[in-house]
């Protein structure tokens, strides 16, 4: 299924800083610092000199409340030479922030991924579901960014774009250099074909459509999340059912535009949210919480209907970097989404 793309929107001026921003450099830890401690090293782009250093935090890691990245500034904002940091100072451009976490616990998370493509410019990497793709302030060994460079080296393959954390399938690599700016040119104008499956709740009643709604940021309640609203962003998704029982329906997703968590939100908004998602289904935001205070319990996981939400990132087409011809590459639905439609 293939509709009309709203219009495209131009490039970022500042793509070669969001490069560098996608993957943290291994930096020294400061002097004074556990030696076992994890450094997150953040460079601060052009836009953002002189902001205030919690507020960089905020931006650079979005979850964040104000309040909590002045916590942080605090107990783990250093200089190279160990010196800490206030939360009023300011950052320059160009500048590596850093921020030493103390040795902790990292939660678990698959450490295998598969490889659907690699050439001298493009690797395309099939992610499972429960491995981040970046950094943060929870995840740091147990990372897509991390496991890249485990099995490529330092100067492999870096992410150009992104999937949560609980959806699985398909990611893009570009090589550092012409490649991986191409390839960000493209994801940025809106020039590569995605498509995803989705299991969602109830029997959606009409074969194709497209939703169309605005979305932007919550105003209230859990920051992560997004909501509809007529001032929002554009969003739009095209759709297909695939197949369909009396409780849920198997459906194609072609996203027209990026915004996050739009697939998600989009299919809330029509009454089918996705299987087993903690922020968008019927209990909303309370089962994302409950899951961070008891972890997946029996009942809570009878009330979702998945351990995870059921969302996977199915193809993916752009023209080939290096040779400028249209290339595809599928990843089909994983087995435990194929055994939740199984039991639908």
């Known amino acids: ?44 782009p052009n836009e953002l000199d002189g902001h205030r250093l919690d507020r960089f935090l905020v931006w650079r890691i ?14 783990c904002a250093v200089l190279a030479d160990g010196t800490r940091r206030l939360p009023s100072e300011r950052v320059r451009a160009g500048e590596t922030v850093l921020v030493v976490r103390e040795r902790f616990v990292e939660p678990e998370a698959p450490r295998e991924f598969g490889l659907i493509h690699q ?17 943060s302030a929870t995840y740091h060994r147990n990372t897509l960014t991390n496991l890249l460079v485990e099995r490529f080296g330092e100067g492999g393959p870096r992410i150009v774009h992104r999937l949560d954390k609980e959806t699985s399938g398909i990611v893009v690599c570009g090589m550092p250099g ?21 299991i969602v709740r109830g029997r959606m009643p009409d074969d194709e459509g497209v939703i169309d709604v605005a979305i932007r940021p919550v105003t209230s309640g859990l920051h992560l999340m997004m909501e509809v ?17 009396n409780a849920a329906t198997l459906v194609h997703l072609f996203p027209q535009t990026g915004r996050q968590h739009q697939l998600r939100v989009h299919l809330a908004s029509i009454g089918h949210p996705i299987v087993g998602d903690k922020l968008y289904g019927p209990d909303r935001e309370a089962a994302f919480l ?55």
């Not at 979850?63 to 500034?73: F, K, Q």
């Open 1 to 44: 299924m293939r509709t009309p793309r709203p219009d495209r929107v131009p490039a970022e001026k500042h793509a070669k800083e969001r490069e560098r921003r996608a993957r943290l450099p291994e930096v020294a830890v400061p002097p004074g610092c556990d030696p076992a401690s994890v450094v997150l090293a953040f460079e601060v």
């Open 62 to 75: 979005p979850r964040l409340t104000r309040s909590r990245a002045v916590e942080i500034t605090l107990a």
């Open 119 to 135: 050439d001298a410019q493009v690797v395309v990497v099939d992610k499972p579901s429960g491995l981040p793709v970046h950094p």
């Open 178 to 198: 012409g490649a991986m700016m191409l390839l960000n040119r493209q994801f940025e104008n809106r020039e590569v074909d995605k498509e995803y499956l989705a």
């Open 229 to 245: 609203h007529p001032d929002g962003l554009s969003a739009r998704t095209a759709y297909r059912v695939l197949e369909r029982t």
């Open 290 to 344: 409950e899951n961070i205070e008891t972890g997946m319990t029996p009942e809570l996981l009878a009330r979702l209907g998945h351990g995870r939400h059921a969302l996977h990132a199915h193809r993916v087409g752009f023209k080939h970097p290096g040779t400028g011809e249209p290339v595809s590459f599928v990843s089909p639905l994983p087995p435990d989404l194929a055994e939740l439609w199984a039991r639908s």
